[in-house]
Structures are given as structure tokens and as C-alpha cells.
């Protein structure tokens, strides 16, 4: 069975798993007592970086790099993501760390509260704003989701790497297809129920964006209320939430390799945010939102209360592909079979904020 690397963002701190030949082993906290709210697992050269941004409620924000995985950390000297003094602003998180695609291997984008894109092209050494972006003219009526204000998602194209999707709560999509040298709204279709206009140009509260394997153009987004699909990249959305028992969510994840391949996790509600009909359960569709399944072999099956947050769900680079995440009960759970059949990896760990994964060898 192939290796995998497993990293677990919490409240307090970083944990790191190894799946060898079939068993797991978990080490940590590193960053003890820091909340890890990013992590990136950069697979693009021989031996994987992982980047995490971490948040000490004494130091501050800061993006650590280790090439050794997770064995030793390395924090710059400086901070790798710094507001220029001219924006008068200061760096409050560092919500998203998304490696570019492959024709870009030093290339990494943080999305961060407030509401920014840093780009870096010494692997995650260093960053710079986007200052297109930053300056957008509709930035000045973004407004702060219940999280605050971030860019909390970035996809890249593996195609073209001028091509950047980013979403902002709670402004909605923006794209960019000129490498950030301009950027527009991207949201028709997506609806803003809260908004007394329910389809403005901007001002949606997207809560995480996914990639179909097959098709780059193709993309999942789970809304605050609503989950939908793109097949041209953005530039339309339509509503794929029927047959699910709530669309309201945060999380969503594509399989690495079966197109038309993408996972959710049902929230009640926004005025009460525990698992629909408090039951523990993923649900799958293979038809690019025509219908979805539950999968629920291994999960608990008495009443649930586990939130899964928007980046705490997550899949390896797998075929059949490992699918995992954790909740806010500080509970881990793993799936090798697609999400067929389940196990508890760790339980009463830190509220749970983010999960990344990569087969290693």
C-alpha cells in the first residue's frame, strides 16, 4: 500500500501522520499552542515541501517551510507575508497556501485576511501582494463573513498559469486571466440569500471552491447556502445541491483522478451548524452533481455533532483515492476506498481547522 503523508491543522498546533503499509503513526503538535489555519503539501519536486501558516497569539502570523517532511521547520527572518507599509494594513492570518501548477514549481500563492492574494516565486520564502487585486474597485463594499474577511481559496490552471481563481468572503469569485494584472466577478448563478438583491454582481459568501480532475474548466463551489458546478471555468455556476439533505456547508473536495468526481459535507444550517439530520456522512457524487450518495460505512451512526470547516476536508494523490477529514469534536477520520468504507484515525484532538494529504513515493 503506498505511503501517505497525512498533516492535520488544529487550534493548538500541527499534527503529522504516516500510513505504512496499511498502519498509521501520528507525531506532534509541532507549533504547539499556535493555530495552523494553512497548510500547502508541495509535491512538485523529488521531495515534498510542506508550508504552513501559523498563528501565535503572541508572536503572530507566520509561514513555516520544512524539506525534510516535518522533521525540522524553517521561519525566515523576515515575515515571508508582510502588507506593504503603503496599504496601511497588517497581516491578520494566512487563511490558503496553494502551490501553482506544474510549469510554475517555484511559484506559490497565500490567501490571507485581510482580504489579499501574495504570490511567491522562491517557493514559499517569500511573498508579494497582488496589488491588482487588493486595489479592485469593488473592494471598498467587500464585507466580513462570520470568518472575517480573507481570501480563503486559490485554483490555479494547470494549463495556463496566467489563469488564477480566487474567493473572498464575503465578496464571492474573482478571476484573473492575466497572471493578476486584472481580475473580474465571477459569480453569476451563485445566489446570496442574505443579500436583498439574491444575485448581485458581487458579495457572495463562497465557502470553498474544488477542481475536477478530468476537466480544469470544471469547478465545485459549496456556498453559504447552495452547492454548484462550473464547467467554463467560473464564468457561470449552476445549482447541483438537489438530493443532498441540506446544502449548506463549508468543505469540498474533488477526487484526484475520476472526473466528474467531487465530495461535500452537509451542514444543518448557518443558525445551526451541526451535521444534517446530526448524522455523520460524506456525500459523493460521480456524475458531476446529477445525484449524490452517502457514504457513512465506519462513521458514527448516533447523533453527530462535528462541524467540518471549509479546509478540513481533503483527498491524497491516490487511485483509488484516500479521502479524510476532521471536525471540531477533534476527531480525524480516513477512507483508502474513494470514501466506500471509513476509520477513526485520532480522536480528542484540537478543534480540527485544516487537513492536506499526499501519497509520497
Not at 510554475?104 to 485576511?113: I, M, N, R, S, W
Amino acid at each position: 500500500m503506498t505511503e501517505v503523508l497525512l498533516t492535520v491543522g488544529t487550534r493548538k498546533g500541527l499534527f503529522i501522520g504516516r500510513r505504512r503499509d496499511g498502519s498509521w503513526e501520528f507525531g506532534g503538535p509541532r507549533f504547539p499552542a499556535q493555530a495552523v489555519y494553512s497548510i500547502a503539501v508541495d509535491t512538485r519536486e523529488a521531495v515534498p515541501r510542506l508550508l504552513v501558516g501559523a498563528d501565535s497569539a503572541h508572536w503572530g502570523p507566520s509561514v513555516f517551510r520544512s524539506d525534510d517532511l516535518g522533521a525540522t521547520w524553517t521561519e525566515p527572518d523576515r515575515p515571508a507575508v508582510r502588507f506593504p507599509g503603503d496599504t496601511g494594513a497588517s497581516l491578520e492570518r494566512v487563511w490558503q497556501l496553494h502551490p501553482a501548477g506544474p510549469s510554475e514549481p517555484d511559484v506559490v500563492y497565500a490567501g490571507t485576511e485581510p482580504a489579499a492574494l501574495f504570490r511567491s516565486a522562491d517557493g514559499g520564502r517569500s511573498f508579494e501582494l497582488v496589488r491588482p487585486l487588493w486595489e479592485h474597485p469593488t473592494r471598498s463594499r467587500w464585507v466580513p463573513g462570520g470568518g472575517g474577511e480573507a481570501v480563503h481559496t486559490v485554483v490555479t490552471d494547470p494549463r495556463d498559469p496566467r489563469a488564477v481563481t480566487v474567493a473572498v468572503s464575503t465578496a464571492g469569485v474573482f478571476r484573473s486571466r492575466d497572471g493578476g494584472e486584472s481580475w473580474a466577478p465571477s459569480n453569476e448563478g451563485v445566489s446570496a440569500v442574505f443579500l436583498p438583491d439574491p444575485h448581485p454582481e458581487f458579495g457572495q459568501c463562497v465557502h470553498k471552491i474544488a477542481q475536477d480532475a478530468g476537466d480544469p474548466d470544471r469547478l465545485y463551489l459549496q456556498n453559504h447556502w447552495g452547492v454548484y458546478r462550473s464547467d467554463d471555468a467560473g464564468a457561470h455556476w449552476t445549482d447541483i445541491g438537489a438530493g443532498l439533505p441540506s446544502d449548506f456547508g463549508f468543505a469540498v473536495a474533488a477526487h484526484p483522478h475520476r472526473p466528474d468526481t467531487a465530495y461535500v459535507f452537509p451542514i444543518t444550517a448557518d443558525s445551526d451548524r451541526v451535521p444534517a439530520d446530526r448524522r455523520c456522512r460524506v456525500y459523493r457524487t460521480a456524475d458531476a452533481g446529477a445525484g449524490w450518495e452517502p457514504l457513512s460505512a465506519g462513521l458514527p451512526r448516533e447523533d453527530h455533532f462535528g462541524t467540518v470547516l471549509r479546509d478540513a476536508l481533503c483527498t491524497d494523490d491516490n487511485d483509488p483515492a484516500g479521502v479524510y477529514f476532521g471536525n471540531r469534536n477533534g476527531e480525524l477520520y480516513a477512507s483508502a476506498d474513494d470514501g466506500d468504507s471509513w476509520r477513526l484515525l485520532a480522536s480528542h484532538l484540537p478543534d480540527v481547522l485544516c487537513v492536506r494529504a499526499a501519497a509520497l513515493g
